[in-house]
T-cell receptor, first 109, second 116 residues
Framework: RKEVEQDPGPFNVPEGATVAFNCTYS??????FFWYRQDCRKEPKLLMS???SGNEDGRFTAQLNRASQYISLLIRDSKLSDSATYLC??????????FGTGTRLLVSP | EAGVAQSPRYKIIEKRQSVAFWCNPI?????LYWYQQILGQGPKLLIQ????????DSQLPKDRFSAERLKGVDSTLKIQPAKLEDSAVYLC??????????????FGPGTRLTVL
């Protein structure tokens, strides 16, 4: 079983749509959780941290369910500029990050 | 503020040759990481340094890969000899420190290695 599992997609959505990505992780001792964004042929960049209480940053909402070892990302009102790969990331301690394979999002006009 | 610098950006070599990558982290960042990202996969941690000491190298193929950070600033990752399956992007990242709450890791642009 992979440590961090994501649906690779691609998710093809029209502008303005709402899209949700899910991720599961296997290490129950994992300490913190993130979503990173990676544009084509670019480096990953931190999008947002994920908390059990849920957190929102503009059009983006992230949620963590520790009991189910499940992480989600919701993007509302999709923009063309949201097209990218979204990486689910787990910190297993001492800043050791484990990345999922990423979910590719394509937003079309 | 300058970001993480890496060179070269691209490298093409033949199998069994050697190659080295260089990384200069963000000034003041004590922790440095090397990741390997194979096409279609997420980055995989190869080695993690705190200053000039190795924190985690459990996923580094030590028979062919080596890395150093002698003065606790710049780092070099070497592959000798290269195999076809080493074709990947090698990403360097740095963060402010190791201890305490999570410190964001900032990634460099990567070195794209092709082994023929």
């Amino acid at each position: 079983r992979k440590e961090v599992e994501q649906d690779p997609g691609p998710f093809n959505v029209p502008e303005g749509a709402t899209v949700a990505f899910n991720c599961t992780y296997s290490n129950s001792a994992s300490q913190s959780f993130f979503w990173y964004r990676q544009d084509c042929r670019k480096e990953p960049k931190l999008l947002m941290s994920v908390y059990s209480s849920g957190n929102e940053d503009g059009r983006f909402t992230a949620q963590l369910n520790r009991a189910s070892q499940y992480i989600s990302l919701l993007i509302r009102d999709s923009k063309l500029s949201d097209s990218a790969t979204y990486l689910c990331v787990v910190n297993e301690g001492f800043q050791k990050l484990v990345f999922g394979t990423g979910t590719r999002l394509l937003v079309s006009p | 503020e300058a970001g993480v610098a890496q060179s070269p950006r691209y490298k093409i070599i033949e199998k069994r040759q050697s190659v080295a990558f260089w990384c200069n982290p963000i000034s003041g960042h004590a922790t440095l990481y090397w990741y390997q990202q194979i096409l279609g996969q997420g980055p995989k941690l190869l080695i993690q340094f705190q200053n000039n000491g190795v924190v985690d190298d459990s996923q580094l193929p030590k028979d062919r890969f080596s890395a150093e950070r002698l003065k606790g600033v710049d780092s070099t990752l070497k592959i000798q000899p290269a195999k076809l399956e080493d074709s990947a992007v090698y990403l360097c990242a740095s963060s402010y420190r190791l201890a305490g709450n999570y410190n964001e890791q900032f990634f460099g642009p990567g070195t794209r290695l092709t082994v023929l």
